[in-house]
């Protein structure tokens, strides 16, 4: 199967910024006397960001002392934590609806390697390229490591970006002021289709167990006015939980308030009536375009 897009395959020794290395036994050995928090399982890779010019070795000498490598965690478990910064949430795994679409740009600019105010730069799931799942490169995670480590890096690297993925990496990590031309998911209808599918992956629970739950902020402050805390109860529970205090619609909103006025009109209209009347309204056809009409009004 061939690599994503955003990879190359890996054709000289020498190191690149962008390759992906695979958290070996030696790589974790490594990493334990330097800096233990690196080991963490969330880790699935490491990503060199050391610049490319500083690996290439010229009479037997590198331009850098150091080795810098960024941690790679998969997006899902991050995808929480960066929701809470930017949406409204209700508990921890649910938000309300309205800041939907927050979450949306949010994602389509980690896709296009956009989102600078994270520090995070998109990993394509490619077992090929040692990216076991869709993940992110952490770029304000970062070890510096000495070059004697080179040789155990090159034995552990599994992955390389593309040449212009490597720049737009380069352009992260320096935090210049302009804008490498890497492509977008849009440059084809095929890859806009594929990042819908892949905003959808993370936010759509029908898609995902592990995604967002988004609750319409009519039954969050329905709820409330009840006296009733949404923080009370859990992720698995809170949808169904709140749609017990949907509000009615608004046909039938406007249906009660004519049979209440029915009602005064007729001191006591018979039973039977005052049924065949509400459900000649909830089926009219006329009744309903008025309400729609009166909707944009």
Known sequence: MPLHWTYADIEEDTLFQGDIVEPTDEILSALRGIQPSFLASKYNAYILITQSCDLVPYGGKYGTEYLNIAAVCPLQIVL???????????????????????????????????????????????DTAGINEHSVALLREVLTLPINH????????????????????????????????????????????????????????????????WIPNSLINTAKEEGVDPGQFPKDQIYSK??????????EQAVQVASDILKKIMSSPDENFQKLFCHRLRNDPLFAKALQQAKYE
Not at 174 to 188: E, I
Not at 242 to 251: A, F, G, I
């Open 242 to 251: 709140m749609e017990s205090y949907k509000p009615p619609s608004v046909k």
């Open 150 to 213: 080179y040789d155990l890096f090159k034995r552990a690297r599994r992955g390389r970006l593309s040449p212009e993925f490597r720049s737009k990496l380069c352009w992260l990590v320096g935090n210049l002021y302009s804008r490498v031309g890497t492509q977008d998911w849009y440059k084809s209808k095929e890859r806009e289709k594929e990042l819908e599918k892949l905003v959808d992956k993370f936010l759509d629970i029908n898609n995902n167990p592990y995604a967002p739950i």
């Open 80 to 126: 929480n934590a960066l929701l809470s910064r930017i949406c409204d949430p209700i508990i921890v795994g649910a938000y309300f609806k309205d800041s939907k679409g927050k979450a949306d740009s949010l994602l389509k600019r980690v896709f296009n390697q956009n989102e600078q105010a994270f520090g995070l730069f998109y990993l394509y799931h490619d």
